[in-house]
């Protein structure tokens, strides 16, 4: 069995050809970026999207034609809270807004008198990121924009339309818009009330792991794929990743750095004790919920710090990176980062904040630079990791993502979060997931555990907490949330 993965993230499109142990017969990416402006904006063309997705598929088609194979299907992983305004012919009527994209922090701070509703009903509080602020701040600011709109998608949604001509979505998207009720999983009429977003604007809601469609002739006479092939939504990117890394049950979280950093662990039913300062969405899992929580800025700020400290230009050189960090990881320096580039996410929202460097002497060098900011990113990602034990006993966790090639820096992790970790040498963990989902829903495996052990052939880099380090890092991370404190509280 051959499945057409097609995995959209912030910065790149991959699509991957698959077969059922997990193998990867075939392997494309296309990279892109978003374009940043004033005001918070981001954004970026919806061309970008679909000439990655005819490219790829294109591709696709020609390695399957050359080797004689066949697929069975398409399915689908993105990332989950841009906003693609569409009419009736599904032709986007502007630029995508972004999920990074914090110009709706204005209509937050209108929503904060509701908050405790939204919340009650959708599992997370007021933030700039979900997609309902997006659609609420485009009808104000964009009205006649809005008003042509037949449908507000996000990138996965018109994805999908392009390929089969519906407008659907699944459960994992809709929990990432507020706008619908995490229990019952349907679009909610009072918190559409709210962000006055009619119901007919919405895709339609599914189950990750439903068939939504089948591609239509427009696409199959474009990319040469054959017509009337089967397209699955498996689910929002951070769901498949966590999926992808064998996080189907409580007691492990995963822990993806890419972009920004995402946490994840499972639970069965959403808390009823759940406060503010975590996420709760729906899972790719079928009939379960995850316990989330996001950093918003990480490997963009790493990359950052080496194009502008380093001068670096082009694919990073990990080895070269490792060896920086060995010198300046053996000193256990004051030098303290609030990593707040973009804004605070969990566990305390703050748009407003931003990054900062401090306790620095003169002897402090770009080295002790680098580290700091990489340990005010984990050491954030522990301040999350702490909330979430409220609601799962965290006793291990996996990483994935572009920022876990060094492994120095993933020992940082360790000492850090005071917990081993996990690294499989396949890092296509969102790829695996949404492959994994795909298999369980054309009953290819009958449970998602016997599937995981069937696709997971890699072998695992494993990483320690060193004691004294953890003394070390626990200290320091209370510094430097007294720190925030003085500044943004």
Known sequence: MNVIVLDVGTSSMRGSVCNEKGEFLFVRQIKYSPCHGPGGMVEQSPEDFENGLKMILTEIDVFLKTTGNKPEAITLTAQRSSVIPVDKNGKPLCRTIMWQDTRNEGICRELKAQEETIFRLSGAAVNTVFSGEKMRWLKKEHAAIFKKAYKLTNIPEYLMYLMTGNFCTDYTYGSRSHLMNLRNRSWD?????????????????????????????????????PEGLPVITAGGDQQCAAAGQGMLQEEIASIVLGTGAYLTTMCGSVPDSFSKDMICNCAAVPEKYVIEANVLTCGCAFDWFLREFYDWDGEIDYQKINHFLEMAYQRDTECIVLPYFQGRSTPHWNPRARAVFSGISL????????????????LEIDNNIEQMRQYSPIKRAFISGGLTRGAIINQIQADIYGIPLQKAKNEETTTLGALLVTLYSLGEIQALEEGFLRIAQSDFERYEPKPEKVAFYAKKREQMNEFYKKIYE
């Open 189 to 225: 009429e009072e918190l559409l009330g709210i962000f006055e977003i009619p119901e007919g604007m919405l895709c339609e809601l599914h189950a990750p792991g439903s068939v939504i469609g089948y591609l239509k002739r427009e696409m199959a006479l474009a990319t040469g794929l």
């Open 363 to 378: 002897q402090s060098g770009r080295n002790d630079f680098l580290k700091a900011l990489l340990e005010g990113i984990f």
